[in-house]
T-cell receptor
Framework: AQKITQTQPGMFVQEKEAVTLDCTYDTSDPSYGLFWYKQPSSGEMIFLIYQGSYDQQNATEGRYSLNFQKARKSANLVISASQLGDSAMYFCAMGSGGSNYKLTFGKGTLLTVNP | NAGVMQNPRHLVRRRGQEARLRCSPMKGHSHVYWYRQLPEEGLKFMVYLQKENIIDESGMPKERFSAEFPKEGPSILRIQQVVRGDSAAYFC??????????????FGAGTRLSVL
């Protein structure tokens, strides 16, 4: 069975600083994908970034980067130059089964960006 | 922006009524997924469908819940005889279904179901 653990229920960061949101995972599948989604207070789920288990390099998407440490089974999200609009819930998820079709989500981290 | 469209955004039902939640996938996407989010929780997988086929419904409750994705029209998640415990946010996602595309799932804004 797959499991995602997000140990930080809440995080605070000052505007313009960088912040790391932790995510560890557990799976016996050799092939899997790791995803991060953002859920602002309006409720929608916004895809941020993806990392495949066989990808050699860490994924980056604008101000988002994924610190993928396969041996430690961690996939931390790094947000650089935080903005007030980054305040939201952030969910780490893992897809497995070859096609990533069944996502397992963590419980999320509530990020608050302070001015 | 032809994203995943879900309606209604909010749905209020009394116990025993039926709830119908609709989802139109992104243009070009043929795979649809439904997830449920309880308060203070992450999303939980319910069902995965392709056109006219249920591929995996391992996350669906055995009774009262059903899903379809017909050849024409949106995907429907139906909850019969709703109970208070069904109150949750229900999210639909779609993907191209191709491994080359990483099969990233794009979500709709969700339907918030409240059962009185």
């Amino acid at each position: 069975a797959q499991k995602i653990t997000q140990t930080q229920p809440g995080m605070f960061v000052q505007e313009k600083e960088a912040v790391t949101l932790d995510c560890t995972y557990d799976t016996s599948d050799p092939s899997y994908g790791l995803f991060w989604y953002k859920q602002p207070s309006s409720g929608e789920m916004i895809f941020l970034i993806y990392q495949g288990s066989y990808d050699q390099q860490n994924a980056t998407e604008g101000r988002y980067s994924l610190n993928f440490q396969k041996a430690r089974k961690s996939a931390n999200l790094v947000i650089s130059a935080s903005q007030l609009g980054d305040s939201a819930m952030y969910f780490c998820a893992m897809g497995s089964g070859g096609s990533n079709y069944k996502l397992t989500f963590g419980k999320g981290t509530l990020l608050t960006v302070n001015p | 922006n032809a994203g995943v469209m879900q309606n209604p955004r909010h749905l209020v039902r009394r116990r025993g009524q039926e709830a119908r939640l609709r989802c139109s996938p992104m243009k070009g996407h043929s795979h649809v997924y439904w997830y449920r989010q309880l308060p203070e929780e992450g999303l939980k997988f319910m069902v995965y469908l392709q056109k006219e086929n249920i591929i995996d419904e391992s996350g669906m409750p055995k009774e009262r819940f059903s899903a379809e994705f017909p050849k024409e029209g949106p995907s429907i998640l139906r909850i019969q005889q709703v109970v208070r415990g069904d109150s949750a946010a229900y999210f639909c996602a779609s993907s191209p279904g191709s491994l080359q595309s990483k099969n990233i799932q794009y979500f709709g804004a969700g339907t918030r179901l409240s059962v009185l």
